[in-house]
Each structure stands twice: as C-alpha cells, then as structure tokens.
C-alpha cells in the first residue's frame, strides 16, 4: 500500500500511528489482521449466542437443546438456529409448538418434566 492509503486507513489512530508512516504502515497492517480474525469470530459467537437462547427457552418447557434439535432433525423442520433463537425470544406460543412437535418425535423429549412454577411467594420492597 501506498503512502495514501496508509495513512487514510490510519484515520482515528492516536499519537502517531496517525500520521507518522512507519508506525502507521505496522499498526494498520495489526488493525487488517484484527479485523479478518474478528469477521471470523463474530459468526462463532452470534451461533453461540443462538444457541443459549434456544437452550434457555426449551428448557422453560422441560427440554434439554440437544434432544430439542434431534427430534426438529427427525421431523425434517428445517429452521436454522438464527430464526429458532427469535422465535423463542419473541413468539413463544409458537416456539412452544415447535417443542412440542420435537418431543413426540425423539423418545429422550417424553421423560421431561416441566418445572413446576412456585406461586404463593410476593417480593417485599
């Protein structure tokens, strides 16, 4: 790269990486590095994040993740985890169904049992 470009991508950098080229050229070169590391990164972890969102909604209804993506697998729903992870987080009559249909389709769904909800108890302030 040239010096321009350098030196343009060096923008916002503080002291001077900013506008002296040596030291510019080197931490622009580390900024590239980071940035095609993290594009790589930031997909392992928004599957991640989908995948606890997922785990936490059918465990609300007695289902561990793993058995609830078999028993999708057996039926052939194929739904990616981006669009479970929502429909757990925003409508949850209809990722209920979805556990539902997962649990009579895989035999390890039946032998889970809802959590019972506590009722009586008030929060004093």
């Known amino acids: ?4 470009e350098v030196l343009k991508l060096a923008k916002g950098f503080r002291g001077r990486a900013k506008n002296c080229i040596r030291i510019a050229r080197e ?3 580390k900024a590239l590095q980071y940035s095609y590391r993290d594009r790589r ?3 392992r972890d928004m599957r991640s994040l989908w995948i606890e969102r997922i785990n936490a909604g059918t465990r609300q209804h007695g289902v561990k993740y793993g058995n609830f993506m078999h028993g999708l697998m057996k039926e052939n729903i194929q739904l990616n985890r981006k ?5 757990s987080m925003h409508e949850p009559y209809t ?4 556990v ?3 649990r009579n389709a895989f035999p390890g769904n039946k032998k889970a049992v809802s959590i019972p909800k506590k009722e009586g108890l008030a929060v004093v302030l």
């Open 27 to 29: 931490r622009v070169e």
């Open 95 to 98: 990722f209920k169904a979805l």
């Open 83 to 87: 669009v479970l992870s929502e429909l």
């Open 1 to 4: 790269m040239n010096k321009k």
């Open 41 to 43: 990164n930031k997909k």
């Open 100 to 102: 539902d249909i997962s």
